[in-house]
């Protein structure tokens, strides 16, 4: 049991000397604010401009289609672990119904982020 806590506080201790090393910063940081956001807007200049409706799809589709991949994980390990036909059926209604709207979407054009409505 001392072990354990002095292995703890062994690593506490070294996590927080990195932290205290690592985290000095010379500069005032206000370069990294005049940089363009993540979605493409200078902060200084179009406060108020319309936010883009591609990029507002593209993340709604890629958040779905985030979520039902982690959903296939535990899926994989009851497929695994009960072998049984309903759950194998299940599972291959789940894949059809994820590949039906992917392929859906690239055939809509909402995953071609180039081209031009």
């Known amino acids: 049991m001392s072990l354990l806590l002095f292995f703890c506080f062994f690593l506490g201790s070294a996590?927080?000397?990195?932290y205290y090393f690592t985290s000095y910063?010379?500069?005032?940081g206000f370069e990294e604010k005049m940089t363009a956001f993540e979605c493409g807007f200078e902060p200084l200049s179009q406060m108020r401009s319309p936010f883009s409706t591609r990029f507002f799809i593209l993340v709604v589709l890629f958040l779905i289609f985030d979520v039902e991949v982690a959903l296939l994980f535990p899926v994989l390990s009851m497929v695994v672990s009960l072998?049984?036909?309903a759950?194998?059926?299940a599972f291959f209604l789940f894949?059809?119904?994820?590949?039906?709207?992917l392929f859906h979407e690239w055939s809509e054009g909402a995953l071609d982020w180039v081209s031009s409505f």
């Open 15 to 18: 996590l927080t000397m990195v």
């Open 25 to 28: 910063n010379t500069t005032s």
């Open 83 to 85: 072998s049984s036909p």
């Open 87 to 89: 759950v194998g059926w």
């Open 95 to 101: 894949l059809m119904i994820l590949l039906f709207g």
